[in-house]
């Protein structure tokens, strides 16, 4: 069986990732039809093989797909994601227009697929808002399936986050914006500034997204209610900072846990290595943890540095590191459809 498929945002960062992971993945596609801005219309998109062609959004665009991937901004995603559920496709979500909705599903497979497979497998006709399944943060993504196995076997009790961010995270202008900045710094040309709030080239920027009234920024807000929603933990405590740094791929995140019970390292580094989607690569000795420079373009979100915090009773840092534009949206995507596509028979 093979399915029709929208891609909203096909030419972007995260939805040419998700087009080159669908045809990695064998996603059964019998069409695609690829969507974005009224400048790239009549571009040519290559999936199995065949070329199709870019369309600009319409009211009928989405007639008997049944799924279609938003990969755009969050107010061009509010507005088409429910017309497309409303054509009745499974509509996978990487904006963070529906996230925190409590009626919509917010979703890491590996961590918490067991609500999508229950409401897969619920009795009766699904609604507009069972269709739609949100992607979390990328920083979220990575973060939550490096503490899910903790959780599982010691329980959370307060995680603190500080995050080293590329610039792949700002879409694909992020990334032009740092090369084109090198560029003119080396030859001590003026430098543009658009993307970010400061120069990017050579510098790290403590500041992602809006700040709050409470001095943090929407991003860091994100992540921690994000999280608290995937992990099913409304009260875990959580304290984050998030900063840009100058790289192409992957974003590193420092994380200081505090756990409810005591552990032991062994069992710490078999239960990071045995949880699926984590990869543990850890071994100071031979200068061996995960960097981004290394880990860019893999599947896998990878831990390492894995040590106890003396500070606390039972305390544990972790440096995690994944590319954000696969686990922490296109490949993540990808995963939510396939187990839609695993389950759906039983619906
Ligand atoms: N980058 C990440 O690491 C990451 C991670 C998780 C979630 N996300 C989220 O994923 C979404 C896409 O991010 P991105 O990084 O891929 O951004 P991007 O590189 O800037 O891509 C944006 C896409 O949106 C399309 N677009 C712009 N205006 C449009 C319109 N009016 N109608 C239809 N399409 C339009 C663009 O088409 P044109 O090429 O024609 O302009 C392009 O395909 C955002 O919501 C972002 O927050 C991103």
Excluded at 21 to 47: C, D, Q, T, Y
Aim: net charge neutral; hydrophobic share 40%.
């Amino acid at each position: 069986m093979s399915f029709k498929v929208g891609v909203i945002g096909a030419t972007g960062a995260v939805g040419r990732t998700l087009l080159d992971i669908l045809e990695k993945r064998r996603f059964p596609v019998s069409e695609l039809r690829p969507f974005a801005s009224s400048r790239s219309e009549g571009k040519e998109i290559s999936l199995f093989g065949k070329l199709w062609r870019c369309q600009a959004l319409k009211d009928d665009a989405f007639r008997g797909l049944d799924f279609v991937f938003v990969d755009v901004d969050d107010p061009i995603a509010k507005e088409w994601v429910p017309k497309a559920a409303d054509a009745g496709a499974w509509v996978i979500d990487n904006s963070a227009s529906f996230r925190l909705d409590p009626e919509v599903l917010l979703l890491v497979p590996e961590v918490n697929g067991d609500v999508l497979r229950r409401k897969l497998q619920k009795a009766g006709p699904l609604g507009i808002k069972d269709r739609i399944l949100a992607n979390p943060n990328c920083s979220t993504a990575q973060l939550v399936m490096a503490l899910k196995p903790l959780q599982d076997r010691w329980g959370l009790k307060r995680v603190v986050a500080s995050t080293y961010q590329s610039t792949s995270g700002a879409g694909a202008v992020g990334m032009s914006e740092l090369k084109e900045q090198t560029q003119a710094y080396l030859q001590e040309s003026p430098l543009k500034i658009e993307t970010f709030s400061h120069q990017i080239a050579f510098n790290c920027i403590p500041h992602i997204g809006g700040f709050s009234e409470d001095g943090y920024t929407s991003e860091e807000r994100k992540m921690m209610i994000e999280s608290r929603k995937i992990l099913g933990l409304s009260d875990l405590k959580m304290s984050v900072t998030a900063v840009r740094v100058p790289t192409f791929f992957c974003h590193a995140e420092s994380v200081n846990i505090e756990l409810e019970k005591n552990f032991e390292m062994d069992e710490v580094r078999k239960a990071l290595s045995d949880f699926s989607g984590l990869t543990l690569m850890d071994d100071p000795d031979q200068k061996i943890y995960p960097m981004g420079f290394s880990v860019a373009h893999q599947d896998s979100v990878y831990v390492g540095r894995v040590r106890r915090d003396p500070s606390l009773e039972s305390g544990l840092n972790l440096w995690v590191v994944s590319d954000n534009l696969r686990k922490g949206a296109a490949l993540n995507a990808v995963q939510i459809g396939e187990e839609i596509l695993a389950n759906q028979k039983k619906n």
